[in-house]
């Protein structure tokens, strides 16, 4: 269900791959975060102390400037980012919050947002007291979680595309029966990586708007509107079927459509935190669109799309628990155990290859998946913070 | 705007009586319909003597003056709590009806807003068997503010069906047609418009809900609920003298509100003039009421990264991302990274900004709700939206904006829609919508 812009959560917001993931740690759960404080002016970046104990540590930085800042902790080299942050308005203070290991590092702001840096000074952490471990291989594992995600999203989109082109032909040659029964097991592939898909500004609109979703006056396109056609019981008094012209044009636009966004699809690549709050937006679609039956207003197949966004947020989780295992193995045990537990009602819906409808659940069954939504939001929530940190 | 508590006797209230529209208690006895007999609707018990009052700041002992030339409660700095009613009118009410309800709740209103009790012998004395006429639980609370705004909903002048039940069709203000259907509208007719509807804000729950109440209950027989909304936290500033309270996002919202410090921009944006017709109006304004439901669990899932990005504005302390304090001007062009502006295109602050609607402003006066929660145990929460503008244009092009761009969209829905017609202030011994019915 497209409402308007989503693209912040998964692709707008941090373009940028940086490894912010670099110098990180194991967590700490004990360590209390270490508060420093940076100046960003014109010409001078002043953090409040040059070395700190290894562990949690929050720079809060100030733009005293007048200028569009940003602050950049550095590796030994000099160049490696360790942590940022950056788009610093004037005036304003955004806090970075980083888990350091010991050693040397440089703290540097980039004034204007553009060339060096300026006010580049030495910065040491010391060793800690408590027991803080570098993970070495985590860069290498962030790597690898990310290929594999951005193979999965192809391979997805791949699948819509050839579903797209099956359901199309059924409902061009008039055979409802069919395009029916490929409606649903075919949107479960954009489902899978919705927050994906909807992050192309326009595309989503076109492919997944709902009927209530329209401005006035604005064309109808996508799957939604020839869902409304195939299952008609629900429509209002007078709605007419749609013509052959009219079946035409629908299925022509959603078939070039899906190809635009196969071709979208294919270079993309994704940090550790875009991966993390990308299993957060879709659980997000669940708990907005799924599991109040607004989504597929008229074939009533909601707890396929419900099934799909689980599916993809578990792909997502799959690809960084062995990262967090490391991390913070409690967590990775609580995650476990709420996405099988929303699994096994989803399970207990299942009839032949697909679901019971979503009208034919009882208010019981639904309130128990909207429990069990939330019961693993909140576990979900600490995701990006447990493994990001 | 703001004057001590005054004690006003019932002989003051018959002397303001204007000839032969006259309102008194005796004389509302005698209007009252056949449903209100025997309710004598005049004004009696003072119960806000005992409160001190303290001129200059909103207190407890705060009396806005009910009479003037605009209606209160709308440019009237907004107090922290809401009751907000919607009525129909009864079936087969007359025009004569019509006019004598309107003549009770102005002087009921006015009892009320000036810390009375309602009817002759308000909540304590009267007859010993019949029933008190102020139902009583504002004893002893002071106004705390309390304001009282009545609006003329487009189906008070013509039904649904096209019926004109009061003769007053060809006096329907042009722009007074229900609001067109926004993308992401999920209405329930069941909380949006209404013939009538009556605003009652104070800074204590209990006297804005004493007000519709009893107004309510001077209405049974002419007039029925229809729907019903209670707000316990402003979420606008209505005067340069209040501090910018904060949605359930936990934003502060409503920073570059139209205030009552900016006379040219109230006169320019809020206030119907006789020009723009109809002359009936002039004085007056339109309220546009919208029930917005916050997805308040998704919106805690999220980033604060996410969160700044989709209003524009730092959490802490609402100051545009573009820099500065809160009430610096956002600088929409300021870019960042990678040249993209530091305000995104979709967030909150630039899409409802004048600039991006063609200098509409609206006078915004909304609050916080929080109604139970709903079947699938999430808060049944959100923004009751208010504002007050000249003409439903302005509300319409900025809502268009909103909704079709608004990176807000995601983690709201409009669940109900309303829009009156709010008449001009009322003279002492007149009625409001006197003009309307002249």
Not at chain 1, 39 to 44: L, Q, R, T, V, W
Not at chain 1, 51 to 56: H, K, V
Not at chain 2, 35 to 56: E, M, Q, Y
Not at chain 2, 425 to 435: E, K, R
Request: aromatic fraction near 8%; charge should be negative.
């Amino acid at each position: 269900m497209p409402r308007v812009l989503r693209s912040a959560r998964l692709l707008g917001v941090s373009l940028l791959g940086v490894g912010l993931l670099s110098g990180c740690v194991a967590n700490n759960p004990t360590g209390e975060s270490v508060a420093l404080t940076v100046e960003s002016s014109a010409d001078g970046c002043t953090v409040s102390a040059a070395e700190t104990p290894a562990g949690a540590t929050s720079f809060s930085i100030t733009n005293i400037g007048d200028q569009v800042t940003e602050f950049y902790l550095l590796g030994d080299d000099g160049l490696r980012i360790v942590g940022e942050a950056e788009n610093i308005g004037p005036g304003l203070t955004r806090d970075l919050v980083v888990q350091l290991a010991e050693g040397s590092y440089f703290t540097a702001c980039k004034p204007g947002m553009t060339g060096d840096g300026i006010g580049k000074a030495a910065f040491t952490v010391t060793p800690s007291t408590s027991s803080t471990v570098v993970n070495a291989d985590l860069d290498a594992q962030v790597e690898t979680a990310n290929e594999n995600y951005a193979s999965y999203v192809k391979d997805q989109i791949s699948q819509l595309v050839t579903g797209t082109d099956a359901f199309a032909t059924a409902y061009l040659a008039g055979d409802d029966d069919a395009a029916r029964a490929l409606y649903a097991a075919t949107r479960m592939h954009w489902e899978r990586v919705e927050t994906v898909a909807e992050s192309f500004g326009d595309l989503d609109p076109k492919l997944d708007l709902r009927e209530a979703d329209l401005e006035e006056g604005q064309d109808w396109t996508g799957w939604h509107a020839i869902e409304k056609d195939l299952w008609p019981e629900d429509a209002e008094a007078g709605f007419e079927a749609y013509s052959a012209q009219k079946r035409a044009a629908l299925t022509e636009q959603l078939v070039a459509d899906t190809a635009t966004l196969d071709e979208n699809v294919q270079e993309l690549s994704f940090t550790l935190s875009q991966q993390t709050n990308g299993a957060i937006g879709l659980l997000d679609e669940v708990a907005t669109g799924k599991v109040t039956g607004e989504e597929e207003a008229w074939s009533h197949t909601d707890l396929w799309d419900f099934q799909a966004n689980i599916d993809g947020a578990k792909v997502l989780y799959a690809g960084v628990r062995d990262i967090l295992l490391e991390e913070d193995p409690d967590l990775a045990d609580g995650l476990d155990t709420e996405f099988a537990s929303l699994q096994a009602l989803l399970d207990a819906q299942r009839e032949g290859s697909g679901f019971t409808l979503y009208t034919d659940l009882t208010p019981a069954e639904i309130r128990a998946l909207a429990d069990q939504v939330n019961a693993l939001g909140e576990p979900l929530n600490q995701l990006t913070a447990a493994l990001v940190l | 705007m703001i004057r001590a508590v005054t004690r006003r006797t019932s002989t003051e209230s018959a002397d303001s009586v204007t000839p032969g529209r006259g309102l008194s208690r005796r004389g509302l006895l005698g209007l009252a319909g056949a449903s209100v007999a025997g309710i004598g609707l005049g004004v009696a018990g003072d119960r806000v003597a005992l409160a001190a009052a303290t001129p200059g700041a909103a207190s407890a002992s705060t009396v806005y003056p009910f009479y003037g030339s605009h209606q209160a409660g709308i440019v009237t700095p907004a107090q922290d709590r809401l009751h907000f009613a919607a009525f129909d009118v009864s079936a087969g009410v007359t025009r004569t009806e019509l006019i004598e309800l309107l003549q009770d709740w102005t002087v009921a209103a006015a009892a009320m807003s000036a810390g009375q009790d309602v009817g002759e012998y308000g909540a304590t004395s009267g007859p010993y068997d019949a029933p008190p006429e102020d139902t009583g639980e504002a004893q002893g609370l002071a106004t705390a503010g309390l304001t009282i705004t009545f609006g003329f909903g487009p189906t008070l002048f013509k039904t649904a069906d096209g019926e004109d039940r009061f003769g007053i069709i060809g006096r329907r203000p042009a722009d007074l047609t229900p609001l067109p259907h926004f993308p992401g509208d999920d209405l329930d007719t069941g909380r949006s418009d209404g013939d009538l509807c009556i605003q009652a804000c104070s800074n204590d729950p209990q006297v804005a809900v004493h007000a519709i109440r009893n107004l309510s209950r001077i209405a049974f027989g002419r007039a029925a609920l229809r729907w019903s909304q209670l707000g316990f936290g402003r979420t606008s500033s209505t005067s340069t003298t209040q501090a910018t309270p904060r949605n359930l996002f936990g934003f502060k919202d409503g920073t570059a509100n139209i205030k009552a410090e900016e006379p040219d921009v109230v006169a320019d944006q809020v206030w119907v003039s006789a020009a723009d017709g109809p002359a009936w109006l002039a004085g007056g304004s339109y309220l546009v009421a919208r029930r917005i439901r916050m997805t308040i669990e998704t919106w805690d899932r999220t980033s604060l990264r996410e969160q700044e990005a989709v209003f524009g504005r730092t959490k802490g302390a609402g100051a545009p991302l573009s820099g500065g304090t809160e009430f610096s001007e956002p600088d929409f062009a300021l870019a960042g990274r990678e040249d993209q502006p530091l305000i995104g295109a979709a967030a909150h602050v630039r899409l409802a900004h004048p600039t991006q609607n063609q200098g509409a402003k609206l006078l915004r006066r909304g609050y916080n709700f929080v109604d139970g929660n709903d079947d699938l145990g999430r808060l049944e929460a959100g923004l009751f939206f208010i504002s007050f503008q000249r003409s439903p244009a302005q509300f319409t092009t900025v809502q268009l904006n909103l909704a079709k761009h608004d990176a807000l969209n995601e983690y709201i829905r409009h669940v109900g829609s309303a829009l009156f017609a709010v008449p001009a202030g009322i003279a002492d011994g007149s009625y409001v919508g006197a003009t309307l019915f002249a």
